[in-house]
């Protein structure tokens, strides 16, 4: 019996792993012949000056994260996970983690102190914490759900929120000190996989968006300080999106990722209780209807610089609100490729991606006027 689990098990993540490499295959072959990416002018507030491309990566990218201090990056490549310094905008590889048996498809990072989890493929979670000498250890635990795709701390650090494929978002107890997770309790209302998740300010309100049409939840905490579904966001567009964002305590946005003329990203505001789309707030981004967006490179809110990174298809926009309240793309760089993967530093200096199509690194310095 023990060994037909063990074959269930492996023809599981053969499956997945050749999923992945399929995905990975049908990208390449739909994308354009690479160019250096362009920097789009049109009176930009922010510039982006590239600083280095010349680390290349071959195996798949999913996703960045940053230290608080942005001396570590973090990366993943296919099963293993790369740990690099960061200064001045040149990046060093300082160790390659394994652990993971399938493709690492998000990570989460502390702000505060070295220690980071890992979400796989392999249907299991892990917490890596720095050791002395640039040297790290892991626990893992079974994420009690399908493939891992996102990851969300709050801000204590005592609550991680994990969204799944199996439409699953799931809630586990945080313990850095004892390299402990403890499962809490599962929120259950999607109908697709679970693409993103973001908590309101006041950590009252949690937003998530799944691979489907009118799929984005609010989730309000309850008397027992749980998360509890409230309702399922009218919109006025039936499309559907793979990345949703809280702003502020009563705003969040949402972007379109279908492979139609439709681009924007949708702001919702609270009224009367209930989110609704305050459409003249709407930001029109390049409209591609070949390709879709896909869920990696989470968007990225930095309130301090008034800065908000959005990879939508093949752009990165960097969008920021106007005294009027409305938002503006205050600089945009073409990747001229859809899996496109990066993040920024906590303090909005550097922007960090890795493409599909070059396989590179590529780390811009923002220059802001």
């Known amino acids: 019996m023990d060994n037909f689990f063990e074959i269930v098990k492996f023809l599981s993540q053969f499956q997945f792993l050749g999923r992945k490499k399929m995905e990975q295959k049908n990208l390449y072959e739909n994308s354009q012949q690479y160019k250096q990416p362009t920097m789009i002018k049109n009176e930009n507030d922010i510039n982006l000056n590239l600083i280095d491309q010349s680390v290349q990566q071959f195996d798949l990218c999913s996703d960045i994260v940053f230290n608080c201090s942005g001396t570590i990056m973090v990366s993943t490549n296919g099963l293993n ?60 635990y079974p994420s009690n759900s399908g493939y891992v795709q996102c990851l969300l701390l709050n801000k204590n650090e005592d609550q991680l929120f994990c969204g799944n494929e199996d439409k699953s978002i799931k809630v586990w107890q945080v313990d850095f000190e004892k390299k402990q997770l403890n499962f809490l309790y599962s929120l259950e209302k999607h109908e697709k996989s679970v693409e993103a998740i973001s908590l309101n300010q006041s950590e009252s309100k949690l937003v998530s968006c799944a691979d489907g049409y009118d799929q984005i939840i609010i989730w309000e905490r309850g008397s027992q300080n749980q998360m509890v579904f409230k309702y399922i966001v009218n919109q006025s567009i039936y499309n559907y999106g793979r990345k949703v964002k809280f702003l502020k305590e009563n705003q969040f946005i949402w972007a379109t990722a279908s492979n139609t003329e439709i681009a924007k990203i949708y702001v919702f505001q609270l009224q009367n209780g209930v989110f609704e789309e305050n ?11 070949y390709i879709y967006d896909e869920h990696q490179f989470p968007i990225v809110h930095i309130k301090e610089q008034n800065l908000i990174l959005v990879r939508h298809k093949t752009h990165i926009y960097l969008i920021r609100e106007m005294n009027n309240g409305q938002y503006k793309i205050a600089g945009q760089l073409d990747c001229e490729q859809n899996y496109t993967v990066g993040t920024l530093t906590n303090n909005g200096s550097h922007l960090v991606y890795w493409n599909l199509q070059n396989k590179r690194y590529s780390i811009y310095e923002l220059e802001y006027k």
Do not use: A, M, P
């Open 81 to 140: 996970i790369e740990v690099w310094s960061f200064e001045n905008g040149k990046i060093n590889l300082i160790n390659s983690l394994k652990g993971h048996s399938n493709y690492v498809n998000c990570l989460v990072y502390s702000q505060k102190q070295d220690i980071f989890l890992s979400g796989s493929g392999d249907k299991t979670i892990r917490i890596w914490i720095k050791q002395e000498q640039n040297d790290w250890i892991s626990s893992y």
């Open 279 to 289: 459409q003249e707030q709407t930001i029109e981004l390049i409209s591609n209807n």
